[in-house]
């Protein structure tokens, strides 16, 4: 058995595919990969199957038959560069209606809101490349953050780069489990 919780999903995708390959040829042939919910796509797209055990996301390799030819995915229409994005529901989230007191710890807090609610702000408006360039200066700032990683991935999703946005979006569920969006 090989317990990689939690792990694989702060990789990259080629690091992903890289410590599949590790996992692999670490696990033995009738041995389980346990691995969390976030993380369940890596094992079923590299040869594993489920183990369909309640409560529990565990993998095993696939019976030793040829793989499938894949199919190429259909090409998808991106919008135009150049043409701006046009905003079709709701605000994603609303500014706090009250500024925090001005001390010490509060500043802390009140910045780190204001790089969010600036980050909110642009994503609203379709900048999403300057949203993106908000989230990471918070994220050098203050550290991991659950909105700022939904709004990474959300800026990924709307320039056509799916893959690095679902690799966002786990980590947003993973730090905010309940996220509204």
């Known amino acids: 058995m090989i317990f990689c919780r939690n792990v694989l999903i702060y990789f990259d995708r080629a690091t992903q595919d890289r410590a599949i390959g590790v996992l692999t040829r670490l696990l033995k042939a009738k041995g389980v990969l346990f691995v969390a919910p976030a993380e369940t796509a890596l094992p079923s797209a590299h040869g594993f199957v489920s183990t369909n055990m309640p409560l529990a996301f565990a993998f095993r ?23 701006p994005l046009t905003k079709t529901g709701p605000p994603l989230h609303r500014a706090p209606s009250a500024a925090p007191a001005a001390t010490s710890p509060t500043r802390l807090a009140a910045e780190k809101s204001s790089d969010i609610n600036e980050a909110l ?37 709307a320039t056509g780069n799916q893959l690095e946005a679902v690799s966002y979006y786990r980590k947003a569920l993973y730090l905010e489990p309940n996220h509204g969006e």
Not at 67 to 80: G, H, N
């Open 61 to 83: 390799r696939a019976a030793a038959v040829p793989p499938k030819p894949q199919k190429a995915p259909d090409p998808v229409e991106r919008p135009s560069a150049r043409r």
């Open 121 to 157: 702000r642009l994503a609203d408006q379709g900048h999403f490349v300057e949203a993106a360039t908000c989230c990471a200066e918070h994220l050098r700032r203050h550290g991991p953050s659950g909105t700022a990683f939904y709004l990474m991935g959300l800026g990924r999703d």
